[in-house]
């Protein structure tokens, strides 16, 4: 059972431009959902999250936004820049629990 | 910045050997973590950790796992006997309060049982 998924293995945008990365989630219980950026070789890095009392986040370029009612959130990246070029996991969590449950990413390229 | 370090970062071993994954979480955290990522999948949560004992397993830690903070700064995961479906990169991550607000991740140990 997939609870979070992202249903865009790739996505491709030129620098300057809005990148778009999708996530969906199938369990009503998750109440914090984040994105973590991954490099080749390294860990996840933590960007940015969202608790489900709110509907938008924001952190310099990176926007978090949150449909509860569909399940769905995405991250919005303004501008995009080639070093944003990476993984991008969406993950979510229970308040009460530590552990996240990881989408299984979208790879972002970012041309110059 | 602080840093979460692991060690090694590539292990190869045996089939049925025992490996010991080392991790030093960031320094004032209390909560502590293993992921797995198997090549081309999901990163998957193992086991987490907190006032000296497991506060949460997934069902792939069976009992060929185990975890340890031996001396108040190290964590370790123990695989007593691999398996060829244990080859992945083992990621350990640390976080000041539960998690909720995202973890400091380590660059991960590749684990290769041949």
């Known amino acids: 059972d997939q609870q979070v998924k992202q249903n865009s293995p790739s996505l491709s945008v030129q620098e300057g431009r809005i990148s778009i990365l999708n996530c969906d989630y199938t369990n009503s219980m998750f109440d914090y959902f984040l994105w973590y950026k991954k490099y080749p070789a390294e860990g996840p890095t933590f960007l940015i999250s969202i608790s489900s009392i709110k509907d938008k986040n924001e952190d310099g370029r990176f926007t978090v936004f949150l449909n509860k009612s569909a399940k769905h959130l995405s991250l919005h990246i303004v501008p995009s820049q080639p070093g944003d070029s990476a993984v991008y996991f969406c993950a979510a969590s229970y308040t009460n629990a530590g552990k996240s449950t990881f989408g299984d990413g979208t790879t972002l390229t970012v041309k110059p | 910045e602080p840093e979460v370090t692991q060690t090694p970062s590539h292990q190869v071993t045996q089939m049925g050997q025992e490996v010991i994954l080392r991790c030093v979480p960031i320094?004032?955290?209390?909560?502590f973590y293993w992921y797995r990522q198997i090549l081309g999948q999901k990163v998957e949560f193992l086991v987490s950790f907190y006032n000296n004992e497991i506060s949460e397993k997934s069902e792939i830690f069976d009992d060929q796992f185990s975890v340890e903070r031996p001396d108040g700064s190290n964590f370790t995961l123990k695989i007593r006997s691999t398996k060829l479906e244990d080859s992945a990169m083992y990621f350990c991550?640390?976080?000041?309060?539960?998690?909720?607000?995202?973890?400091?991740f380590g660059s991960g140990t590749r684990l290769t049982v041949v």
């Open positions: 320094s004032n955290h209390l909560y």
């Open positions: 991550a640390s976080s000041e309060y539960r998690g909720v607000e995202g973890y400091t």
